[in-house]
């Protein structure tokens, strides 16, 4: 005996909680199938437990794809402005935290209460926690092998996400689903990661593990150059933050980053110009625009003495050192992977699906929706947005 519905969704978080509500206040039969005993175990850590649910200023250029375009239709249809309706529907209090990113001011567990309780006024059906064993496809049909039962859907939804973050769940399924029904997949890799380097070359940098300061950072080429200002932050294995989780998301292997340690400063011109003026050593002078630890560690590994007077140094050291903080070229060895990702780049190729309902276009009734799809969104509450829009867009059409 099998279980008879309309839609089954696979995957319980963002865009599978907003898909299968959507669908069921639509009056279609759904259900919706986690693997995972804890519902939205992401929603619940992000943000620091908070929850940076949208980003007020999403547009489509916040998004990387090897297929643009592809995420316009979906976010036009839901913007930022129609979650936060439904967030205000539910009384979430909820504030802006920096550069259009909104949290919740209570705990991220507010948004998963919402989201349950769409699901719950379209009366999905919860299979939770059930392993989904194998799918087919069965004439107009899918036929699904799990845990709790067989189920016959006429549409299907794969909202199961990317790699990141396996210790909480992550998984491949996606993209073994789309690789069985010949749907093309784009190379995942870790997304909004951060950066390590050579053991060896890093030593010198060791002693600034913990420093954090703004900066800005850029890599890439031409239309796939990515350029931030952000904070960054050192650590014993490399460098993190929001500057190089955004830029991680542009960095591609054997490649340099670039970083400009003071913004807005010319080092160079204003020490080889100030020369006479500035009476100091170098160590409290760079104290002035760099952390105290940064400052001493920086002249260190360059081979620079702290305790040198500035007027005493060639103007070639000078214009060295400054050029060494306004554009400071580092190769980075790798990342942190998957179990530090925040998101997964690449995924099912945007090319196979139709950018109106997120549907296979030669299989009709299969759908991928969120972080599964190859559009990765910017850190702060980018992605998120585009997991409501792009399961919306199932939703309304399934």
């Keep these: 005996m099998s279980d008879a519905f309309d839609v089954a969704v696979i995957g319980a978080g963002a865009a599978g909680m907003m898909c299968a509500s959507v669908a069921g206040q639509r009056g279609r039969r759904v259900v919706l199938i986690d693997h995972a005993e804890k519902l939205a175990e992401k ?37 930022p402005q129609d979650f936060i309706s439904l967030v205000k ?13 909104l949290f919740c001011d209570r705990s991220a567990e507010d948004i998963i209460a919402m989201l349950k309780a769409e699901c719950d006024a379209g009366r999905v059906q919860w299979r939770m926690p059930s392993v989904v064993k194998s799918v087919s496809r069965e004439s107009d049909s899918f036929r699904l092998i799990t845990t709790s039962g067989d189920i016959v859907v006429d549409k299907l939804v794969i ?3 990317g790699l990141s973050i396996p ?18 997949v784009i190379e995942p890799r870790p997304g909004l990661v951060p950066l390590t380097f050579n053991e060896h070359e890093w030593q010198p940098f060791v002693p600034m593990a913990g420093i954090s300061l703004e900066i800005d950072i850029e890599t890439g080429e031409k239309k796939s150059r990515g350029h931030f200002r952000e904070d960054l932050l050192f650590t014993h294995r490399g460098l993190s933050g929001p500057a190089v989780l955004q830029i991680s998301n542009y960095w591609t292997p054997g490649t340099d980053i670039t970083l400009d340690l003071y913004p807005g400063l010319d080092v160079a011109t204003a020490l080889t110009e100030g020369k006479r003026e500035i009476r100091r050593n170098l160590n409290n002078w760079l104290s002035q625009i760099l952390p105290a630890r940064l400052a001493e560690a920086w002249l260190l590994a360059h081979e620079v003495k702290p305790e040198a007077r500035i ?34 780049l690449g995924g099912v190729d945007t090319r196979a699906l139709s950018q109106q309902d997120m549907a296979v276009k030669a299989l009709p009734g299969l759908h991928f929706v969120g972080e599964a799809v190859d559009v990765t969104g910017w850190l702060g509450g980018y992605n998120f947005q585009w997991a409501w829009a792009s399961g919306m867009a199932a939703g309304l059409s399934v």
Excluded: M
């Design 311 to 344: 007027p005493d140094l060639p103007d070639t050291t000078l214009r060295r050192l400054g050029a060494s903080l306004n554009r400071w070229r580092i190769r980075p060895k790798g990342s942190e992977g998957y179990r530090k990702a925040e998101v997964t």
């Design 43 to 79: 929603i619940r850590i992000s943000g620091g437990g908070r929850c940076n649910f949208t980003n007020a200023n999403a547009t489509p250029q916040n998004y990387l794809s090897q297929n643009p375009h592809f995420c316009r239709s979906a976010l036009s249809r839901y913007t």
């Design 89 to 101: 529907r539910y009384r979430i209090p909820f504030h802006e935290k920096h550069k259009g990113q």
């Design 159 to 161: 909202a199961t996400g």
């Design 167 to 184: 210790k909480i769940g992550a998984t491949d399924f996606a993209f073994r689903i789309a690789k069985q029904f010949n749907v093309p």
